[in-house]
Structure formats: structure tokens, C-alpha cells
């Protein structure tokens, strides 16, 4: 059954440490992609990657990174260096990065961070 | 950079009443407009999506949208709701440069 799986669910840690969520999909898209959703805000686009070994910035890329090392996985770190880190990530993949492909998404990661 | 905005933070209405959620967007060039809705304890899932011809579009569970190119708008509309179609709503574009922007998300309550 294809499809994103994002690990863990929920996910906490203290200020000052770094933390990695967890991004894989079978569905054999090119283009993946990491939001962070806030309540009233809509989702903001982390960074996004068309093709293995390339990623780019998004809206809110400050405090983030990501890597790119294989096709199914797209794993986000969030550092120390991001102010507000607590809320909801979620990973979406596309079948390529063009105009009319949709995102398909995962269940989300919820991170705390105290 | 592109930009969207939606109307509606919060919307109730009971069973069997009209819907229509608005979305307009902001792009100076060529966008692919999509409406993505979140039920409660589910991921994320297209809903449907405009991206050329007809500018009425018909998705999943009765919902359509009218992408109005000189308005720079997308809006959603369904005749009658059902207390199913609950729901968190997004608009989204995405342009030639593989970016997806969304809007904030309409909250939409059906009362029974």
C-alpha cells in the first residue's frame, strides 16, 4: 500500500536540541516537500526537493535543513537555532514538481519543544 | 512570490445548507489552483484541482470550484452540505517553479 510515512506522531524534546523527523514514501515521486502547520495559519512551506541530491528554501527555511541522499526519503532537522519550533510538520510528496501535479501527505509529526 | 488568501476562518452551517468558500490568489504568471481538505483525524487529500479548460471543476463528494482568471479567484461550492464534510478547507497554487503556496484554511462546521 502506498503511500508517506512520517515518524513519530508525536515528538518532544528540550530547547537547545537538535531533532530530525523522519520522511519516506513508496510511491516513487520525484518532488518531496516539508510544511509546518499553526493553528490560524495555514501550512508554510519548509524546504522542498525536485530531484535527489537538490533542495531548496522555501518561505521559512531559517532554523531547518534537510538532505536528499535518497529518492524516498527526505528527512527535516529542526536546530536549536529555530525560535519556535513547536508545532505540526508535515512532509508531502508529488509525482514530479510540475503545475499540475497535487501533494499527496503524510499524517504529520507533532513536536513539543520545552 | 505568490500569494493566497482565504475569506473565511470559520464557518458553521447546518445540514443541507449551501457552501462556497472563498480563495483568491496572488501571481503574476501561469498557477495551477488546487483545494486540499483535512477531515478531523486524517491526513491531508486533494479535493480537486483547476488546471486548464473548463474553469468549473467538479471534485470528490459533490464539491466544485470556478477558477475566475480576471477576479484571481478559486472558490469552492457544494449545494448541500452533509455533517460529513466537516472539515479544515485549504486553497492552494502552485507555479512553474514547483512551489505549492496555501492559504490559511477554513474551518468548516456542519451542524446536524
Known amino acids: 500500500d502506498g503511500g508517506i510515512t512520517q515518524s513519530p506522531k508525536y515528538l518532544f524534546r528540550k530547547e537547545g536540541q537538535n531533532v530530525t523527523l523522519s520522511c519516506e514514501q513508496n510511491?516513487?515521486?520525484?518532488?518531496m516537500y516539508w510544511y509546518r502547520q499553526d493553528p490560524g495559519q495555514g501550512l508554510r512551506l519548509i524546504y522542498y526537493?525536485?530531484?535527489?541530491?537538490?533542495?531548496q528554501k522555501g518561505d521559512i527555511a531559517e532554523g531547518y535543513s534537510v538532505s536528499r541522499e535518497k529518492k524516498e526519503s527526505f528527512p527535516l532537522t529542526v536546530t536549536s537555532a529555530q525560535k519556535n519550533p513547536t508545532a505540526f510538520y508535515l512532509c508531502?510528496?508529488?509525482?514530479?514538481?510540475?503545475?499540475?501535479?497535487?501533494?499527496?501527505f503524510g499524517n504529520g509529526t507533532r513536536l513539543t519543544v520545552t | 512570490a505568490q500569494s493566497v488568501s482565504q475569506h473565511n476562518h470559520h464557518v458553521i452551517l447546518s445540514e443541507a445548507a449551501s457552501l462556497e468558500l472563498g480563495c483568491n490568489y496572488s501571481y503574476g504568471g501561469t498557477v495551477n489552483l488546487f483545494w486540499y481538505v483535512q477531515y478531523p483525524g486524517q491526513h491531508l487529500q486533494l479535493l480537486l484541482k483547476y488546471f486548464s479548460g473548463d474553469p468549473l471543476v467538479k471534485g470528490i463528494k459533490g464539491f466544485e470550484a470556478e477558477f475566475i482568471k480576471s477576479k484571481f479567484s478559486f472558490n469552492l461550492r457544494k449545494p448541500s452540505v452533509q455533517w460529513s464534510d466537516t472539515a479544515e478547507y485549504f486553497c492552494a497554487v502552485k507555479t512553474n517553479a514547483g512551489k505549492s503556496t496555501f492559504g490559511d484554511g477554513t474551518t468548516l462546521t456542519v451542524k446536524p
Open positions: 510511491l516513487n515521486h520525484d518532488a
Open positions: 526537493s525536485q530531484i535527489v541530491n537538490d533542495f
Open positions: 508531502a510528496s508529488s509525482p514530479f514538481s510540475t503545475l499540475d501535479s497535487p501533494l499527496h
